[in-house]
C-alpha cells in the first residue's frame, strides 16, 4: 500500500454527537490535501480525528499502512502525526524556544531550520510564548508541528484572523513546505484560492460528509463546486 | 460500640477508609463485683494535638478502674469505664458528653483532661447536673460549676501562691536571682501562671527585664532565644508545654548560651529530663515517684503497674508523673464520693465531697474552699542524673536530695 | 531597638528555619503547580521518613545519612503508589486535596499506633553545634539543611528549565492534552514527579528528625506556612519555593525580635496577602 494516510468509513464527533460520518480519502507520500468547507461542517473534527482528540465512532486511519484510530494521540504523535491546531495552543508559559525543544524529535527539522523557516521566531527566541503577537503565534504552532518531524502535517486554517501581510509570509513559508520539502500535509481552510495553487488534491465537506474530491488544479479550471458548496467564486 | 463511631464520623467520611475504627473501640474494662455495672463515660484526647497526654491518662484509668474493681467497685457494683475520643476538640468533648449522658444514659462522668476539653464538658455536666471532677485545668477560676471538682491540687490561685513557692526556692540559692526573663505561651493556663509569676517577682523586687509571649504552635525558637540571650538574667522562666522547653533550650544552646538556672511550667517531662539541656531544670509538679510520696495509700502498685503498661505501649518516658496522678486522683475522688455518699445520685455525691477529706495521691485532699478547691501543694521538682527529683518545699523532699544551685 | 547582634542572629535563625519551609514547599509545589495534585500527605510523608531516620537512628545507630539513603527509596516508591492511586481514578485538584488529607490522617494514625503520640527525640551530637562567624552563631544542621534544599532546588530548577522531561513536563502543566498530541507521555512524567516529590518529603522528614522532636500530631504543625511558602514562591517554582521559605522565615524571626513573638505566626499570611495584593509580575 503506497499511500501514507488512508481513511476509510471514518465517523466521529463528541460525545454522543455523531459529527463527520462516513469520511474516505487517501493522501500519498508527499502529497498535501485541501479541506475545504463553510463553518461548522466539520473541518476541525476531521484533523482532529486524525490526532485522536475526538470520539471515533467508526472507520479507520491508517498512517504507512498501520492502524493508527485507537491508538492514544501521544502515540499517534510518535508515529509521525504533526498538527497545528486551529486555536494554535502554544504553551503560553514555555519561552519559543522551549516551545519547540519540549516537544523535538530527531529528525531532519532541526530548531536551527525551524529557525531558518520563521526568522521572526529566533529573534523572539528567548520571549514566552504568550507575549508573541497572533501571526508569531501560528508561526511557532507550525514551527512546533515541525520540531516532531512528522510524517503528516495537519494544518487547521493557519491564516485565519491574522493581517494580509502575516498571511503573506505564512502562505509562502507553507509554500517552501510543500513545493521543496514535499512535506505531506492536510490544510483546512475557508479561502479556496490560497491554498488550492499550493496543493494536489482536494475535497469538500458539508455536513460532516465528503460532497466533492478532486485534483486541486480541476477545482482552480472549474470552481463550480466551490460556489455550489461555499458559495464563493474563487477570489 | 455505635457510640465511638461518632467521634470519628467526620475522618470516616472524609477518609473513607475502614481500618480507623479498629483503632479504638470504647475501653471497657470490668472485674469483680456484682450486679449491674456502674457506668462511666468520658473523653480523652486520644488523637490530635493533645494526644501526647492522653496515653498516660488512659493507662493510669484503666489502672484505676481495676483497682476500683478489685476492692468493691462503686457501692458494691463493679465499674465501668467509657472511654471516647475528643480529638483534642472542644467542641467534639461537648457532643461526645452530650451523648453519654442522654444517649448512653451512662451513671456517672469523669472529666477530660486540659483546660478547653474539660470547659466544653463542664458546660454539659451542668445542663444535666452531673457532678465531673477533673484532674488538669490550671485556671481554677474558670472552674464556676459547683458539682465540679478539680483533683489536683493547684489551690484557688495558683497564680498567686505558686510563683511565691517558686520565689522561695531562689531566694534559698546560694546567690539568690536579681532578675528573671519570662517567655511564656499564650496558651491561657501557662500564659495565666506568667502573668502572676511576673506580679510576684516584682512585689520581691526580682526585676523582669524581658516578658515575651509566643504564639502556642511557635515553630522557630531561635529569636526567642536571641532575645533571652540578650537580656541575659538570673534566671529563666519558661511558661512552656510540651516541647517547647526542649526547642527553646536546644536554640539557646545553638547560640552557645545556658540559662543560669530555668524553670518550666509544663513540659514533656521525659524529652526534657533525658535532654542533655535539660541537667538541673526546675519544673512544677504535684508528686514524684519516691518519698514521701511512695507511702501514700496504693501509690507503690499503682507506680508499679504504671510502669509495667507504660512500657508495654511503647512509651520512651514509662514512669508514673503528676499529670498520670491526677487521673488517679481523680479516680480516687470518684470512688470515695459514692462509697462515701452510698450513692449514684449526682447531688448526694456532691454534698459528700465538699464535706470531707478525701486522700489521694496527692495526700489529704479538700474541696471546701474557693472554686471548690483546697490548699494548694504545688511543688519544683529539679532534673537531676536525668531523673526528675521534687526539691521544694522542703518537706516534700526525699531524704538524700536537696536543690542543687548551678 | 534591639541591637545589631540580635538582629543579626535573628536573621540567620530565621532564613534558615526558612530553609526548612523551602524544603518543605518544594515537593509540594511541584505536584501542585505540574500536576495540579494538592498532596497534603507530603507532611505526612515526611513525618514517617522522620520517624524511620529515628527508628534506625536509635534502634539500629544507622547514621542519619545512610538512613536518607534508606530512606528516600522507600518513599519514592511509597509516592509513586499513591500516584498510581490519583492516575487510576482520575483525581483532579479539589479531589486530590480531600484524598491526600485522609491520607495523611491515616499516616497520622499509623504513625501514633507504632511510635504512640509521646515525643521522639532523635539527640545527636551535632544537633546543637554551631559555628560562630564574628557575633554571630550558624547552627551547623540547619545550614546543613539549607545547603541541601538549595541543591535541590537549584537542580530541581535547571532540570525543569535544560531538559527534555522538565519542559515536557511544563508543558503538559499547562495544557495536558495538547501535550500529549505533541507525542508528551504525561502519565510517565507524572509518576516520575510524584515519586520526586516524595523523595523530597523523604529528604526534609530526614532533617525534621534531627532538628525537630516529633509526636503525630506535629504532621500539621507546617501545613500553613508552608502553603503560604509555596504559594508566594510560584507554583512550581523549585527556586520560588526556597526564596519563598528563608523570606518567610526571616520575616517571623524579625517580627519576633523586634515585636512581640506572638507576632509570628501572622507573620507568613500577612506576607502573602500582602504579595496577592501587590500583584508582582513575576507572581
Ligand atoms: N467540542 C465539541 N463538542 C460538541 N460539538 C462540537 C465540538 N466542537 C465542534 N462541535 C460541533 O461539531 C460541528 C463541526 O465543528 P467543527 O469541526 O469545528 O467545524 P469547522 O472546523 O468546519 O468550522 C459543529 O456543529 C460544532 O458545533
Ligand atoms: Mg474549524
Given at each position: 500500500m503506497a499511500d501514507l494516510l488512508s481513511v476509510e468509513n471514518l465517523s466521529a464527533g463528541y460525545g454522543r454527537a455523531v459529527v463527520l460520518s462516513d469520511v474516505a480519502f487517501a493522501l500519498g507520500e508527499g502529497e498535501a490535501l485541501a479541506v475545504l468547507g463553510r463553518n461548522g461542517v466539520g473541518k476541525t473534527t476531521l484533523l482532529d480525528t486524525l490526532v485522536g482528540v475526538t470520539r471515533r465512532f467508526a472507520g479507520s486511519i491508517a498512517l504507512g499502512g498501520r492502524e493508527v484510530g485507537t491508538l492514544a494521540p501521544e502515540m499517534r504523535a510518535g508515529l509521525g502525526v504533526g498538527w497545528v491546531p486551529q486555536e494554535r495552543n502554544i504553551f503560553r508559559s514555555l519561552s519559543v524556544e522551549e516551545n519547540l525543544t519540549a516537544v523535538a524529535r530527531p529528525g531532519p527539522w532541526t530548531i536551527e531550520r525551524v529557525f531558518g523557516l520563521f526568522p521572526r521566531l529566533k529573534e523572539r527566541a528567548r520571549q514566552s510564548g504568550g507575549s508573541l503577537s497572533g501571526g508569531e503565534q501560528q508561526m511557532l504552532a507550525i514551527g512546533r508541528a515541525l520540531a516532531t518531524n512528522p510524517r503528516l502535517l495537519l494544518l487547521d486554517e493557519p491564516t485565519e484572523g491574522l493581517a494580509p501581510i502575516i498571511v503573506q509570509e505564512l502562505l509562502a513559508a507553507l509554500t517552501r513546505l510543500l513545493r521543496e520539502e514535499k512535506l505531506a500535509a492536510i490544510i483546512v481552510e475557508q479561502h479556496a484560492q490560497k491554498i488550492l495553487p499550493i496543493t494536489q488534491r482536494a475535497l469538500i465537506l458539508e455536513r460532516g460528509r465528503i460532497v466533492h474530491q478532486s485534483e486541486s488544479a480541476a477545482l482552480l479550471a472549474d470552481p463550480a463546486p466551490l460556489e455550489r458548496f461555499l458559495g464563493v467564486t474563487g477570489r | 460500640?455505635?457510640?465511638?463511631?461518632?467521634?470519628?464520623?467526620?475522618?470516616?467520611?472524609?477518609?473513607?477508609?475502614?481500618?480507623?475504627?479498629?483503632?479504638?473501640?470504647?475501653?471497657?474494662?470490668?472485674?469483680?463485683?456484682?450486679?449491674?455495672?456502674?457506668?462511666?463515660?468520658?473523653?480523652?484526647?486520644?488523637?490530635?494535638?493533645?494526644?501526647?497526654?492522653?496515653?498516660?491518662?488512659?493507662?493510669?484509668?484503666?489502672?484505676?478502674?481495676?483497682?476500683?474493681?478489685?476492692?468493691?467497685?462503686?457501692?458494691?457494683?463493679?465499674?465501668?469505664?467509657?472511654?471516647?475520643?475528643?480529638?483534642?476538640?472542644?467542641?467534639?468533648?461537648?457532643?461526645?458528653?452530650?451523648?453519654?449522658?442522654?444517649?448512653?444514659?451512662?451513671?456517672?462522668?469523669?472529666?477530660?483532661?486540659?483546660?478547653?476539653?474539660?470547659?466544653?464538658?463542664?458546660?454539659?455536666?451542668?445542663?444535666?447536673?452531673?457532678?465531673?471532677?477533673?484532674?488538669?485545668?490550671?485556671?481554677?477560676?474558670?472552674?464556676?460549676?459547683?458539682?465540679?471538682?478539680?483533683?489536683?491540687?493547684?489551690?484557688?490561685?495558683?497564680?498567686?501562691?505558686?510563683?511565691?513557692?517558686?520565689?522561695?526556692?531562689?531566694?534559698?540559692?546560694?546567690?539568690?536571682?536579681?532578675?528573671?526573663?519570662?517567655?511564656?505561651?499564650?496558651?491561657?493556663?501557662?500564659?495565666?501562671?506568667?502573668?502572676?509569676?511576673?506580679?510576684?517577682?516584682?512585689?520581691?523586687?526580682?526585676?523582669?527585664?524581658?516578658?515575651?509571649?509566643?504564639?502556642?504552635?511557635?515553630?522557630?525558637?531561635?529569636?526567642?532565644?536571641?532575645?533571652?540571650?540578650?537580656?541575659?538574667?538570673?534566671?529563666?522562666?519558661?511558661?512552656?508545654?510540651?516541647?517547647?522547653?526542649?526547642?527553646?533550650?536546644?536554640a539557646l544552646r545553638k547560640l552557645d548560651y545556658t540559662p543560669k538556672t530555668s524553670f518550666h511550667l509544663y513540659p514533656a517531662p521525659g524529652p526534657l529530663a533525658l535532654s542533655p539541656d535539660g541537667n538541673l531544670v526546675w519544673c512544677s509538679t504535684f508528686l514524684e515517684p519516691d518519698e514521701p510520696f511512695m507511702s501514700r495509700p496504693g501509690m507503690k502498685k499503682i507506680a508499679e503497674l504504671y510502669k509495667e503498661r507504660a512500657t508495654k505501649a511503647n512509651l520512651p518516658y514509662a514512669i508514673i508523673d503528676a499529670q498520670a496522678a491526677g487521673m488517679v486522683a481523680a479516680w480516687q475522688i470518684l470512688e470515695a464520693g459514692v462509697n462515701g455518699a452510698k450513692s449514684l445520685e449526682d447531688k448526694q455525691i456532691a454534698a459528700w465531697l465538699k464535706k470531707n477529706v478525701v486522700t489521694t495521691v496527692y495526700g489529704p485532699t479538700k474541696f471546701d474552699g474557693l472554686y471548690n478547691h483546697g490548699e494548694p501543694a504545688q511543688l519544683i521538682r529539679q532534673v537531676q542524673d536525668k531523673k526528675w527529683k521534687v526539691v521544694w518545699p522542703k518537706q516534700f523532699v526525699a531524704p538524700g536530695v536537696k536543690l542543687i544551685a548551678t | 531597638m534591639p541591637s545589631g547582634t540580635l538582629l543579626g542572629q535573628a536573621l540567620i535563625s530565621g532564613v534558615l528555619a526558612g530553609g526548612m519551609y523551602g524544603l518543605l514547599a518544594l515537593g509540594l509545589s511541584l505536584s501542585w503547580g505540574l500536576l495540579r495534585l494538592v498532596n497534603l500527605s507530603h507532611f505526612a510523608l515526611a513525618f514517617l521518613a522522620a520517624y524511620l531516620t529515628y527508628e534506625l537512628g536509635t534502634t539500629y545507630h544507622v547514621a542519619?545519612?545512610?538512613?536518607?539513603?534508606?530512606?528516600?527509596?522507600?518513599?519514592?516508591?511509597?509516592?509513586?503508589?499513591?500516584?498510581?492511586?490519583?492516575?487510576?481514578?482520575?483525581?483532579?485538584?479539589?479531589?486530590?486535596?480531600?484524598?491526600?488529607?485522609?491520607?495523611?490522617?491515616?499516616?497520622?494514625?499509623?504513625?501514633?499506633?507504632?511510635?504512640?503520640?509521646?515525643?521522639?527525640?532523635?539527640?545527636?551530637?551535632?544537633?546543637?553545634?554551631?559555628?560562630?562567624?564574628?557575633?554571630?552563631?550558624?547552627?551547623?544542621?540547619?545550614?546543613?539543611?539549607?545547603?541541601?534544599?538549595?541543591?535541590?532546588?537549584?537542580?530541581?530548577?535547571?532540570?525543569?528549565?535544560?531538559?527534555?522531561?522538565?519542559?515536557?513536563?511544563?508543558?503538559?502543566?499547562?495544557?495536558?492534552?495538547?501535550?500529549?498530541?505533541?507525542?508528551?507521555?504525561?502519565?510517565?512524567?507524572?509518576?516520575?514527579?510524584?515519586?520526586?516529590?516524595?523523595?523530597?518529603?523523604?529528604?526534609?522528614?530526614?532533617?525534621?528528625?534531627?532538628?525537630?522532636?516529633?509526636?503525630?500530631?506535629?504532621?500539621?504543625?507546617?501545613?500553613?506556612?508552608?502553603?503560604?511558602?509555596?504559594?508566594?514562591?510560584?507554583?512550581?517554582?523549585?527556586?520560588?519555593?526556597?526564596?519563598?521559605?528563608?523570606?518567610?522565615?526571616?520575616?517571623?524571626?524579625?517580627?519576633?525580635?523586634?515585636?512581640?513573638?506572638?507576632?509570628?505566626?501572622?507573620?507568613?499570611?500577612?506576607v502573602l496577602i500582602a504579595i496577592l495584593l501587590w500583584d508582582p509580575e513575576w507572581l
Amino acid at each position: 500500500m503506497a499511500d501514507l494516510l488512508s481513511v476509510e468509513n471514518l465517523s466521529a464527533g463528541y460525545g454522543r454527537a455523531v459529527v463527520l460520518s462516513d469520511v474516505a480519502f487517501a493522501l500519498g507520500e508527499g502529497e498535501a490535501l485541501a479541506v475545504l468547507g463553510r463553518n461548522g461542517v466539520g473541518k476541525t473534527t476531521l484533523l482532529d480525528t486524525l490526532v485522536g482528540v475526538t470520539r471515533r465512532f467508526a472507520g479507520s486511519i491508517a498512517l504507512g499502512g498501520r492502524e493508527v484510530g485507537t491508538l492514544a494521540p501521544e502515540m499517534r504523535a510518535g508515529l509521525g502525526v504533526g498538527w497545528v491546531p486551529q486555536e494554535r495552543n502554544i504553551f503560553r508559559s514555555l519561552s519559543v524556544e522551549e516551545n519547540l525543544t519540549a516537544v523535538a524529535r530527531p529528525g531532519p527539522w532541526t530548531i536551527e531550520r525551524v529557525f531558518g523557516l520563521f526568522p521572526r521566531l529566533k529573534e523572539r527566541a528567548r520571549q514566552s510564548g504568550g507575549s508573541l503577537s497572533g501571526g508569531e503565534q501560528q508561526m511557532l504552532a507550525i514551527g512546533r508541528a515541525l520540531a516532531t518531524n512528522p510524517r503528516l502535517l495537519l494544518l487547521d486554517e493557519p491564516t485565519e484572523g491574522l493581517a494580509p501581510i502575516i498571511v503573506q509570509e505564512l502562505l509562502a513559508a507553507l509554500t517552501r513546505l510543500l513545493r521543496e520539502e514535499k512535506l505531506a500535509a492536510i490544510i483546512v481552510e475557508q479561502h479556496a484560492q490560497k491554498i488550492l495553487p499550493i496543493t494536489q488534491r482536494a475535497l469538500i465537506l458539508e455536513r460532516g460528509r465528503i460532497v466533492h474530491q478532486s485534483e486541486s488544479a480541476a477545482l482552480l479550471a472549474d470552481p463550480a463546486p466551490l460556489e455550489r458548496f461555499l458559495g464563493v467564486t474563487g477570489r | 460500640m455505635n457510640h465511638r463511631m461518632g467521634a470519628w464520623r467526620r475522618r470516616h467520611v472524609l477518609g473513607g477508609f475502614v481500618g480507623l475504627a479498629a483503632l479504638g473501640a470504647p475501653a471497657i474494662v470490668r472485674a469483680a463485683p456484682s450486679g449491674a455495672p456502674v457506668r462511666v463515660g468520658g473523653t480523652l484526647s486520644l488523637t490530635g494535638f493533645l494526644a501526647q497526654t492522653a496515653i498516660i491518662h488512659k493507662i493510669a484509668a484503666e489502672i484505676m478502674v481495676e483497682d476500683i474493681n478489685s476492692r468493691n467497685g462503686f457501692i458494691g457494683r463493679p465499674v465501668e469505664y467509657i472511654m471516647l475520643d475528643d480529638q483534642s476538640k472542644p467542641d467534639v468533648a461537648r457532643s461526645l458528653y452530650e451523648k453519654l449522658i442522654t444517649v448512653d444514659k451512662v451513671d456517672l462522668i469523669m472529666g477530660p483532661y486540659a483546660t478547653a476539653p474539660i470547659l466544653a464538658a463542664m458546660g454539659v455536666a451542668q445542663r444535666y447536673g452531673k457532678v465531673m471532677i477533673q484532674s488538669s485545668m490550671g485556671i481554677p477560676h474558670l472552674q464556676t460549676y459547683d458539682m465540679a471538682f478539680p483533683a489536683t491540687p493547684f489551690g484557688p490561685e495558683p497564680d498567686k501562691t505558686y510563683p511565691n513557692v517558686i520565689l522561695d526556692a531562689m531566694a534559698s540559692l546560694p546567690t539568690p536571682p536579681k532578675s528573671m526573663v519570662i517567655v511564656t505561651s499564650k496558651f491561657p493556663s501557662a500564659q495565666f501562671m506568667a502573668k502572676g509569676m511576673r506580679l510576684e517577682a516584682e512585689k520581691r523586687g526580682v526585676k523582669v527585664p524581658l516578658y515575651l509571649e509566643y504564639e502556642a504552635g511557635n515553630r522557630d525558637f531561635g529569636a526567642i532565644a536571641a532575645r533571652v540571650k540578650e537580656a541575659n538574667a538570673d534566671f529563666l522562666w519558661v511558661g512552656s508545654l510540651g516541647l517547647e522547653s526542649n526547642q527553646l533550650l536546644e536554640a539557646l544552646r545553638k547560640l552557645d548560651y545556658t540559662p543560669k538556672t530555668s524553670f518550666h511550667l509544663y513540659p514533656a517531662p521525659g524529652p526534657l529530663a533525658l535532654s542533655p539541656d535539660g541537667n538541673l531544670v526546675w519544673c512544677s509538679t504535684f508528686l514524684e515517684p519516691d518519698e514521701p510520696f511512695m507511702s501514700r495509700p496504693g501509690m507503690k502498685k499503682i507506680a508499679e503497674l504504671y510502669k509495667e503498661r507504660a512500657t508495654k505501649a511503647n512509651l520512651p518516658y514509662a514512669i508514673i508523673d503528676a499529670q498520670a496522678a491526677g487521673m488517679v486522683a481523680a479516680w480516687q475522688i470518684l470512688e470515695a464520693g459514692v462509697n462515701g455518699a452510698k450513692s449514684l445520685e449526682d447531688k448526694q455525691i456532691a454534698a459528700w465531697l465538699k464535706k470531707n477529706v478525701v486522700t489521694t495521691v496527692y495526700g489529704p485532699t479538700k474541696f471546701d474552699g474557693l472554686y471548690n478547691h483546697g490548699e494548694p501543694a504545688q511543688l519544683i521538682r529539679q532534673v537531676q542524673d536525668k531523673k526528675w527529683k521534687v526539691v521544694w518545699p522542703k518537706q516534700f523532699v526525699a531524704p538524700g536530695v536537696k536543690l542543687i544551685a548551678t | 531597638m534591639p541591637s545589631g547582634t540580635l538582629l543579626g542572629q535573628a536573621l540567620i535563625s530565621g532564613v534558615l528555619a526558612g530553609g526548612m519551609y523551602g524544603l518543605l514547599a518544594l515537593g509540594l509545589s511541584l505536584s501542585w503547580g505540574l500536576l495540579r495534585l494538592v498532596n497534603l500527605s507530603h507532611f505526612a510523608l515526611a513525618f514517617l521518613a522522620a520517624y524511620l531516620t529515628y527508628e534506625l537512628g536509635t534502634t539500629y545507630h544507622v547514621a542519619p545519612w545512610w538512613a536518607a539513603a534508606m530512606v528516600v527509596p522507600v518513599m519514592l516508591m511509597i509516592g509513586l503508589a499513591q500516584h498510581w492511586l490519583f492516575d487510576r481514578f482520575k483525581v483532579n485538584e479539589l479531589a486530590s486535596l480531600l484524598i491526600t488529607f485522609s491520607f495523611a490522617v491515616i499516616l497520622e494514625v499509623a504513625i501514633q499506633l507504632y511510635w504512640t503520640a509521646d515525643y521522639r527525640r532523635f539527640e545527636t551530637h551535632y544537633s546543637t553545634m554551631s559555628i560562630k562567624v564574628g557575633a554571630f552563631y550558624i547552627p551547623v544542621l540547619e545550614l546543613a539543611l539549607c545547603m541541601v534544599a538549595g541543591v535541590l532546588a537549584w537542580g530541581t530548577w535547571l532540570w525543569l528549565r535544560k531538559t527534555y522531561v522538565g519542559k515536557a513536563l511544563r508543558a503538559a502543566a499547562e495544557d495536558a492534552d495538547i501535550a500529549a498530541a505533541y507525542g508528551v507521555d504525561h502519565k510517565k512524567l507524572a509518576y516520575l514527579l510524584s515519586g520526586m516529590g516524595a523523595a523530597y518529603a523523604a529528604i526534609a522528614g530526614t532533617f525534621i528528625a534531627l532538628i525537630a522532636t516529633l509526636a503525630p500530631a506535629q504532621i500539621w504543625a507546617w501545613l500553613g506556612v508552608v502553603f503560604a511558602v509555596v504559594i508566594i514562591g510560584r507554583l512550581g517554582n523549585p527556586l520560588g519555593a526556597l526564596l519563598a521559605g528563608m523570606l518567610i522565615g526571616a520575616s517571623e524571626s524579625i517580627a519576633m525580635a523586634i515585636f512581640a513573638p506572638a507576632w509570628a505566626p501572622v507573620v507568613s499570611f500577612s506576607v502573602l496577602i500582602a504579595i496577592l495584593l501587590w500583584d508582582p509580575e513575576w507572581l
